[in-house]
């Protein structure tokens, strides 16, 4: 495997271990809750979070996956659940990094459907890219929101 796709692969496997651990032990009451008003909960995020990651990989390897991005921000799940989904996410995602020809990272692969059309473009390395960074931006969140949980329920 290209090195590029090899590190993005890595880094996927750690992403997914480091979910794994942030939802670890926590009753449905913490992944559902929302540490403010607009902001989203552990279901959530992993949903997200991972939806998006499978959606940019797959982009990458010239393909689409039908994806209701919107019902990811009302997600409710259990920790069984949610392992499950991060469990066939980062199948699909490897399967995606797979069938990417590295000769074809530099090629368009995606341009966002606004209207009025923006001009903006990814390439198949970008989509990668954002799918990493996206997931980590996420992960970082589901950190924070577990010790929010924990630090209100320790102040009780």
């Known amino acids: 495997m290209d090195p590029f796709l090899a590190a ?12 794994e651990t942030v939802i670890a032990g926590l009753p449905v009451e913490a992944l559902d809750w929302q540490p403010a ?6 279901a959530v995020l992993v949903t997200h979070a991972w939806g ?7 982009r990458a390897a010239g393909g689409e996956m039908e994806r209701d991005r919107a019902g990811e921000f009302r997600a409710k799940a259990d920790a069984v659940a949610l392992r499950t989904l991060l469990a066939g996410g980062g199948a699909r ?9 590295p000769a074809t990272l530099g090629r368009v692969r995606f341009r966002p459907p606004t ?5 903006e473009e990814y390439t198949g390395a970008q989509c990668v890219l954002h799918a990493v960074e996206h997931a980590q931006e996420h992960l970082g969140q ?3 929101t577990r010790q929010l949980w924990e630090a209100q329920r320790s102040a009780r």
Request: glycine share 2%.
């Open 8 to 19: 993005a692969r890595t880094t996927f496997r750690q992403q997914q271990r480091a979910f």
């Open 37 to 42: 008003t607009d902001a989203n909960s552990l």
């Open 52 to 58: 998006a990651a499978q959606a940019w990989t797959l």
């Open 93 to 101: 995602i490897e399967a995606a990094l797979e069938a990417i020809d």
């Open 115 to 119: 209207q009025p059309p923006s001009g």
């Open 142 to 144: 589901a950190y924070l």
